[in-house]
């Protein structure tokens, strides 16, 4: 059973950082950040690749950076210069050839 486990999420002021942490029970090759406000659609936000092949939603572009560590089956969202607006919860994917797996979200809260 694939297993997906967020951490990192948490209270901040604008302008202010967080590092949301995923881990994962096994190797795939796309993972990624998507993110989802009470009554919209869940967006995304980066991916990445096992080769480190990265793609960002424009809102994030310049702030967030998504890594991953392949050994460790982890992938990570450094967010920084955050903004109210960035306020969601925010869910780890990870893809297989055949399946789309989540995990159980994480909320991020940015204060004005």
């Known amino acids: 059973q694939v297993q997906l486990v967020e951490s990192g999420g948490g209270l901040v002021q604008a302008g202010g950082s967080l590092r949301l942490s995923c881990a994962a029970s096994?190797?795939?090759?796309?993972m990624g950040w998507y993110r989802q406000a009470p009554g919209k659609q869940r967006e995304l936000v980066a991916v990445i690749t096992i080769g480190g092949r990265t793609t960002y939603a424009d809102s994030v572009k310049g702030r967030f950076t998504i890594s991953r560590d392949n050994a460790k089956n982890m992938v990570y969202l450094q967010m920084n210069s955050l903004k109210p607006e960035d306020t969601d919860v925010y869910y780890c994917?990870?893809?297989?050839?055949?399946?789309?797996?989540w995990g159980q979200g994480t909320q991020v809260t940015v204060s004005s």
């Open positions: 994917r990870a893809s297989s050839m055949t399946k789309n797996y």
């Open positions: 096994g190797s795939f090759n796309v």
